[in-house]
T-cell receptor, first 111, second 115 residues
Framework: TQLLEQSPQFLSIQEGENLTVYCNSSSVFSSLQWYRQEPGEGPVLLVTVVTGGEVKKLKRLTFQFGDARKDSSLHITAAQPGDTGLYLCAGAKTGGFKTIFGAGTRLFVKA | NAGVTQTPKFQVLKTGQSMTLQCAQDMNHEYMSWYRQDPGMGLRLIHYSVGAGITDQGEVPNGYNVSRSTTEDFPLRLLSAAPSQTSVYFC??????????????FGSGTRLTVV
């Protein structure tokens, strides 16, 4: 069974701080996605990375796919209260037929 | 711009009852999947489909059936509801090149309680 482990599980920080969330696995993925979910809603796709070593930036969010395509990180610069939510990573093997999710990192940014 | 539509949003069932959760997408996506989300466990894959007429089991398929007669619709059937099936259910669809899944669009979820 392939597993995606996210850390930390919970993070509470002050507005303006930086943070990094990690997503690790022993499996190799052809693509990895990051989502953000707010209470009562479905997850919303933030980014998909497909190439080992790839780095993508989305405003204050930086996503990196590990060289071996087994892990990924999400770095947020100068966090804002609007960044509060559940961050989920998801990995798909070649063909994308089965996409599995990590348990998530719950982020709370205090004003 | 409907995206992925799930109905109903809320449902209470008695143990042993059956029901169908509806899911429809209007983006012509090949992939559709059903996930359940339980506290502290992330999303777990129940069943998925790579196209009309093709379905397969995910991580937790027991107690659920699916069919995919059209590209747009992917209903999830609970055969005989059990309290362990109390959860939030999400339907998702995605485009794929055949090699990579480029990311899901999720519905807003169905919150199911089995008493």
């Amino acid at each position: 069974t392939q597993l995606l482990e996210q850390s930390p599980q919970f993070l509470s920080i002050q507005e303006g701080e930086n943070l990094t969330v990690y997503c690790n696995s022993s499996s190799v993925f052809s693509s990895l996605q990051w989502y953000r979910q707010e209470p009562g809603e479905g997850p919303v796709l933030l980014v998909t990375v497909v190439t080992g070593g790839e780095v993508k930036k989305l405003k204050r969010l930086t996503f990196q796919f590990g060289d071996a395509r087994k892990d990924s990180s999400l770095h947020i610069t100068a966090a804002q209260p609007g960044d509060t939510g559940l961050y989920l990573c998801a990995g798909a093997k070649t063909g994308g037929f089965k996409t599995i999710f990590g348990a998530g990192t719950r982020l709370f940014v205090k004003a | 711009n409907a995206g992925v539509t799930q109905t109903p949003k809320f449902q209470v069932l008695k143990t042993g009852q059956s029901m169908t959760l509806q899911c429809a997408q209007d983006m012509n996506h090949e992939y559709m999947s059903w996930y359940r989300q339980d506290p502290g466990m992330g999303l777990r894959l129940i069943h998925y489909s790579v196209g009309a007429g093709i379905t397969d089991q995910g991580e937790v398929p027991n107690g659920y059936n699916v069919s995919r007669s059209t590209t747009e619709d992917f209903p999830l059937r609970l055969l005989s509801a059990a309290p362990s099936q109390t959860s939030v259910y999400f339907c998702a669809s995605s485009y794929s090149s055949g090699v990579n899944n480029y990311g899901y669009t999720f519905g807003s979820g169905t919150r199911l309680t089995v008493v």
